[in-house]
Structure formats: structure tokens, C-alpha cells
């Protein structure tokens, strides 16, 4: 701190003969600062005396009227004539304004549900054309169906970009006359086991699984649910079909991949089991088909501890779930689609606000063992997420009603099977050949 001289109380003139040099500093000290800087270092005086003391800076501009600095204990202020007190008041608020903490920034979500029955993010279309747009290396389609027009575009733009576009899938004729002269890789999946799958990878860093196939009806009339998930991790594993637990932000994230010769190939059934039995509140499932009879049973133990258990089915394959809970001696409650409604295509189970399992498995015994498919369970669930189930909910109770004799009788007679194959997970020739809008 340099010493004062006769024309100046403290030091803010730098070429003053008098007055020593201050010693540099990476951030400059503004004028009130150094004002209380010097009263309280240099003249000793006590911080609680400041409010008593004026400091007037004469050379803070050349023909300028005299700044005066009123030093206060807890902060400092600054005192002008009438022409400029306006423009310092101005530089002291930005100045507080740069010097202050930012606030925290909440944290983006790593995981955003899709889906047409809910009120943001509710054109899949988008999303799914979207995530093609923005993938820049490389892009791998699993997906049991796939002629939507609109995709198959934005595809065929893809490869013309250089992206290295492969596509897995099992029925797909628009598709194969779209990418006859594309550098698109296709690879026909007509094994025995289902191919079942509906998820994509983009740049090995983004995902996009989904209930519902790359067709019209599932992206734009169907009930369905889709995951758009920020993970490295995860996409990897789900390119390479191995199953990984990951925490996604604050979430925690199970992958399961379903396939005939999976070792564990019971692993996704004790996961909702387990899941199920962990219950205590409420119990929301809906999906396609629904025949397995552990989960059945499990769902049955539940409603029998007093969780309020809400299950919803398809139309089609109602006829089939009611037989098997007859067979097995329980009773649920049971809804179905309403006629003319949107099929309810979505493959989710909501227990307790908390948990999430969704992904492309029917719940019967090829879907779940068998097929080629990926389940995932998600824990920890978001506000935003929870509004999401809830709406989707909402719509499913609005396009459903309770299962009556009249409605087990209406699967035969409306259209073909939707391309879902049966709950034996095999689809027959001449069904596929009927399928003019397969799902």
C-alpha cells in the first residue's frame, strides 16, 4: 500500500510524483473498495466508524465533478453530483451484478419420455427423425417393423451424408425398395426366435427405445412409450446386447436384453417379480399381451396385501389373458380398449411413483424368455417423468373400460393382428402377408 500524499487521500492516481506504484493486481479494485481499503489498513480506522467517514476522489476523470465515496460498515456506496449519480449507480449495480454467485443450475435430465398421450413431448415422429437428423458417424436401428415414408427419408438422407446407417429388422418391403442404391447396411432378421426389437443408437452415445415399430399406426395413433436416454455407457451395451446396471444422472438404469440363448433367460421375469413384490401403494400395468403366469401370480400376491393394482390389455389378446387367470385360479380387474380406440401397444408397469419397467417384451412367456427384445427398469423417477406416466395413464383410462363378456367377444371381429405376433412369439407366414399396416 503506497503512502499518501498532500493532493490525494488514498491512491488512484497512478502517475501522481508523490505517490508510490500499487502493486499490479489480476483484477483491478474498484474506486469503493479501495476507498475502504485504505481507511480501515492506512488509517486504522475501525469498520464500524466508516459510516462517519466521507473520502472524495478528485481525479477519477479529468473536469469532472468531485466523486464522493460514502464508506458504511456493511457496504459501500457511491455519491455524486446530479449529472452523475445516474451513470455510477449503473456502474456499482453491474458491478455487484458481475461479482456475484451465479445460482446453481438444475441438472438436465439424462432420460425424456416420449409419447403421443402426453402433453410435452408428444410427437414420436418428430423425435425419432429428429435423433436420425443429429447422428453424425454412425447409426444402428433395431426394429421388428419398419415403412413409415417419413423415417425411411430422413434415413436415406443420413447415409447421403456419410452417416454408416445399419438397420436390423424383421418385416420391412417399403424399406428394402427405398435403400436399393443407399449405402444403407440391411440385415433381415427371420430367425426362430422373434425379433421383436425397437430401439436405435446414435453416435454410440445416444439412445431411443421405444414400444412401438418405425410404422404410421405406432408413431402416430398407437399408445405407446419411448425412451430418449444420454448414455455412452448404455449405448454401447445395447449396441453390443449385454446387460449393464448404470446411474444416469441421478436415476438408476437396468438394461436387460432378452434372447433364446441368454444364459440367464429368466432374468427379466424375477426382475418384475421382484419388482412387484417390492409394491406398496399402487401398481399401474399396461401392456399388449399378458399371460405370464408368474407375473400374474405375483400381481394377484399384491392386490392381496392391499397395493391397488390397475392392469390394462389389449383387446386382442384379452381373451387370452382372462383364460389364463382362470386357469391359474386368480382374479384381477382387467380393462380393455374401447372400440375404435387407439390400440394399446405400450409395454409398462408403474409401481409406487418410483419405478419404471417398460420396453419392447409382451409379458407371456415367449416375450419374455424367447423373443429377441430389451426391457429396461428404471428407479428414481422425476417429477417430470412421474407427470408423464400420469397423463399416458389418463388416456389409457379414457380409451379403456372394464372387461366384460361383450368385450372378450369383439377380438374376432376386427382387423388382423397388428404385427405383434402371438403370445407364442411366432408369427405366421400368412399373417405377415396380410399386414398392410403392421405395427
Known amino acids: 500500500m503506497c503512502s499518501p500524499c498532500p493532493r490525494h487521500l488514498f491512491p488512484i492516481v497512478t502517475d501522481c510524483p508523490t505517490c508510490s506504484t500499487p502493486p499490479l493486481r489480476k483484477r483491478p479494485l474498484s474506486s469503493t473498495t479501495a476507498a475502504a481499503v485504505v481507511v480501515t489498513q492506512l488509517f486504522k480506522y475501525h469498520r464500524k466508524d466508516l459510516s462517519h467517514r466521507v473520502i472524495y476522489d478528485y481525479d477519477h476523470g479529468k473536469n469532472k465533478t468531485p466523486r464522493k465515496i460514502q464508506c458504511s460498515s456493511n457496504r459501500h456506496s457511491l455519491a455524486t453530483s446530479s449529472k452523475t449519480s445516474c451513470s455510477s449507480r449503473k456502474i456499482l449495480r453491474a458491478r455487484r451484478t458481475g461479482s456475484s454467485v451465479p445460482r446453481p443450475i438444475a441438472q438436465q435430465e439424462l432420460i425424456t419420455f416420449i409419447s403421443a398421450q402426453q402433453k410435452t413431448n408428444s410427437n414420436p415422429l418428430k423425435s425419432i427423425c429428429k435423433f436420425i437428423d443429429r447422428t453424425h458417424q454412425n447409426l444402428h436401428i433395431q426394429v421388428f417393423c419398419f415403412n413409415h415414408p417419413t423415417i425411411i427419408q430422413h434415413l436415406v438422407k443420413a447415409a447421403a451424408r456419410e452417416v454408416r446407417v445399419s438397420v436390423q429388422y424383421r418385416d ?89 440363448r441368454n444364459k440367464d433367460f429368466r432374468l427379466a421375469v424375477r426382475t418384475i417379480k421382484k419388482c412387484i413384490a417390492q409394491a406398496k401403494k399402487t401398481i399401474v400395468v399396461v401392456v399388449y399381451i399378458l399371460t405370464h403366469p408368474v407375473i400374474l401370480k405375483s400381481l394377484q400376491a399384491a392386490a392381496a396385501r392391499g397395493v391397488k393394482v390397475e392392469v390394462a390389455v389389449d383387446t386382442r389378446e384379452s381373451e387370452q389373458t382372462q383364460r389364463t387367470l382362470e386357469r391359474l385360479q386368480l382374479s384381477l380387474p382387467l380393462r380393455v380398449r374401447k372400440p375404435g380406440a ?62 366384460t363378456a361383450q368385450s372378450l367377444k369383439r377380438p374376432r371381429e376386427e382387423e388382423d393382428d397388428p404385427g405383434e405376433g402371438t403370445s407364442s412369439g411366432i408369427s405366421s407366414a400368412g399373417a405377415s402377408a396380410k399386414k398392410a399396416k403392421t405395427q
Open 172 to 260: 420391412g418391403t417399403e424399406l428394402e425398395e427405398a435403400c436399393k442404391d443407399s449405402t444403407i447396411c440391411l440385415q433381415k432378421q427371420s430367425g426362430r426366435s422373434l425379433f421383436h426389437k425397437k430401439s436405435m443408437v446414435g453416435d454410440s452415445q445416444r439412445v431411443l427405445a421405444s414400444s412401438g415399430n418405425f410404422t404410421p399406426d405406432s408413431t402416430e395413433q398407437d399408445i405407446n412409450l419411448s425412451l430418449l436416454i444420454n448414455d455412452s455407457e448404455l449405448a454401447r451395451h445395447i449396441e453390443t446386447n449385454q446387460f449393464v446396471t448404470r446411474q444416469i444422472g441421478n436415476q438408476f438404469l437396468v438394461y436387460i436384453p432378452i434372447f433364446r
Open 342 to 403: 387407439p390400440r394399446v401397444h405400450v409395454k409398462m408397469c408403474y409401481i409406487d411413483n418410483k419405478i419404471l419397467i417398460c420396453g419392447s417384451a409382451n409379458w407371456s412367456s415367449a416375450g419374455l424368455t424367447r423373443n429377441r427384445e430389451d426391457l429396461f427398469v428404471i428407479r428414481g423417477l422425476t417429477e417430470t417423468q412421474r407427470q408423464s406416466l400420469s397423463e399416458i395413464w389418463q388416456s389409457v383410462e379414457e380409451k379403456t373400460e372394464p372387461l
